[in-house]
């Protein structure tokens, strides 16, 4: 099953962080994306801008709208997310519990769901007619 791993941080905790020890960071989470590729249990992972490139995009009564974010006043903010793979959701936290940002923030774990499977067995399910 896949899991999305957001990584949640404390801005403020990784600028307080020396250049090395930033880099360092940065490093770890290269090896890590590397050893879960060579397990089969990578699918993607991205580091994000900060919140203050936020837009927040909204469609109301057929007219979209943007303004700057971020959306929430609060310490943590989405830094990153991780796409996993894992057989079980003990595996999951596992994985999760290892990405290296979560020493510094929380990382968010959600399963993923299949809406095309989903609408199948549906399909399947209500039969003809």
């Known amino acids: 099953m896949r899991y999305v791993c957001l990584i ?4 403020d905790a990784f600028d307080a962080l020396s250049k090395q020890e930033a880099e360092a960071l940065v490093d770890e989470h290269l090896v890590y994306d590397d050893t879960l590729r060579e397990r ?8 994000m801008q900060g919140p203050e490139t936020a837009k927040l995009v909204r469609m109301r009564n057929g007219r979209i709208s943007a303004t700057d974010g971020p959306f929430a006043e609060t310490k943590e903010q989405i830094g990153g997310f991780f796409v996993i793979e894992a057989a079980t959701p003990e595996e999951a936290i596992e994985i999760a519990g290892r990405i290296p940002s979560a020493r510094l923030g929380t990382v968010e774990l959600r399963p ?10 549906q399909a399947a399910t209500s039969g003809p007619g």
């Open 112 to 121: 993923v769901r299949d809406l095309i499977d989903e609408r199948a067995g």
């Open 8 to 11: 949640y941080g404390d801005s």
């Open 40 to 47: 089969g249990q990578w699918v993607t992972a991205e580091a």
